[in-house]
């Protein structure tokens, strides 16, 4: 079963509005990543936030984590056509080596 | 440097024949992992080496799966007998080592099983 559940499964904004994807988990963790993934293929790595933080800056990425609701949000500000695509949280289990990704958020930013 | 490469990255197959996916990690990335992700899902963990240790397996649908790592770099992943419901994109991942470090993907292998 999924450890990760995003929301929205789809969201489209307009060029130079904010995104925002809410991430929602079941288990403890130690970390929380979110990746990018264009076009179906390999996803890339964007950010990690550990269990003991609770927000994280990278360029126009903020995430925040709040492990009481068991949840994190990502926001992406001023938003480029090039951030169309789909954005995954992925939650590694306590202890546990593995990740086990959410079934995902696709971004459309129309130009 | 290299990133993760696959191969192929395109695979069409008849249902029934075997095919064999490869992945080549990261140089020094100890850690590999092999996830099956079917159109507009997520990713499914399948299997997960780690340097020198038995591989964690549980991922694995079925006994048609199975995967193996050579000299702890190359790895291939093998699906005997396909069915249509093979049919997905399989990623390969590297990472560091035993910890959670982020996750380095390959661009993935799509295969299709007619």
């Known amino acids: 079963s999924q450890q990760g559940e995003e929301d929205p499964q789809a969201l489209s904004i307009q060029e130079g509005e904010n995104a925002t994807m809410n991430c929602s988990y079941k288990t403890s963790i130690n970390n929380l990543q979110w990746y990018r993934q264009n076009s179906g293929r390999g996803l890339v790595h964007l950010i990690l936030?550990?269990?003991?933080?609770r927000e994280k800056h990278s360029g126009r990425l903020r995430v925040t984590l709040d492990t009481s609701k068991k949840s994190s949000s990502l926001l992406i500000t001023a938003s480029r056509a090039a951030d169309t695509a789909s954005y995954f949280c992925a939650t590694d289990v306590y202890s546990s080596y593995k990740l086990i990704f959410g079934s995902g958020t696709r971004l459309l930013v129309r130009p | 440097g290299a990133g993760v490469s696959q191969s192929p990255s395109n695979k069409v197959t008849e249902k029934g024949k075997d095919v064999e996916l490869r992945c080549d990690p990261i140089?020094?990335?100890?850690?590999l992992y092999w996830y099956r992700q079917s159109l507009g899902q997520g990713l499914e963990f399948l299997i997960y080496f780690q340097g020198n240790s038995a591989p964690d397996k549980s991922g694995l649908p079925s006994d048609r799966f199975s995967a193996e790592r050579t000299g702890g770099s190359v790895s291939t992943l093998t699906i005997q007998r396909t069915q249509q419901e093979d049919s997905a994109v399989y990623l390969c991942?590297?990472?560091?080592?035993?910890?959670?470090?982020?996750?380095?993907f390959g661009p993935g292998t799509r295969l299709t099983v007619t």
């Open positions: 991942a590297s990472s560091l080592g035993r910890q959670t470090y982020e996750q380095y």
């Open positions: 140089s020094g990335h100890t850690a």
């Open positions: 936030i550990r269990s003991n933080e």
